[in-house]
């Protein structure tokens, strides 16, 4: 099990802000997680750690929004994912530790310009084959790597405008069997080494109160406010990973 005291203070922090996301807080803000304990070990081992967490954060969301979803934009959103995730598997494991912080790097600092000068009103878009396709193996993609596929399934399901239960039923199920894929190719990979599974099993009583956390911030406090915070640090982890990356790529 790790020890390192730097590891908690930056996964301690990073769980509860993805249990919040399941919570109903915006998942936009879980894309931080991943770079966030990236800053103690490295982000594969950050993303083998979190997994077995957000299956646990996965069946307390499927229970609270159980029977509540788009059958149909499940149907094509899905099997995009998994291509996704496959695409995942088949690349990352060819990349070095500094190639993917330097990916992780960039996937954060382009998720929050995305945040900050993307349109704030958007018309009403219809279920699409293609768009649900694309957006959806994307989403895959950056889930498998970074456990960040809340923006890109976002930007595909928001513009419906669909009932608010709904949109977060339809992204329960849809992260609840993303995540039960991606432990296929994590356990191929050797990912849940004694270590990852230990100290994942440590973080596993964070995952309720984060989640708890989450329902109770929802009426407390600004959810704008929480998000700016949140990709400020994102776009500040992002470029520290993607700085760290470029040095070492260029020392080795």
Known sequence: MIIDPFFYLCAIPAVLIFGMAKGGFGGGISIISVPLISLAVSPVQAAAILLPILVVM????????????????????IPGAIIGIVVGALSFRYLSEDMIRICFGLISIVFSLNYWFKSKEKPKQEISKVRG?????VAGFTSFGIHAGGPPISIYLLPQKM???????????FFAVVNLIKVIPYTWQGQFSTTNLLTSLVMIPL?????????????????KMIYQICYFFLFIVGLKLLVDGIQGMLVS
Do not use: C, Q
């Open 58 to 77: 996965d069946g307390v969301a499927l229970w609270s929004f159980r029977g509540k979803w788009s059958r149909e934009n499940l149907n094509i959103i």
């Open 133 to 137: 396709g694309i957006w959806g193996a």
């Open 163 to 173: 009932d608010k239960v709904l949109l977060m039923g339809t992204m329960a199920i």
């Open 207 to 223: 995952a309720p109160i984060g989640v708890r956390l989450g329902y109770f911030l929802l009426h407390k406090v600004s959810e």
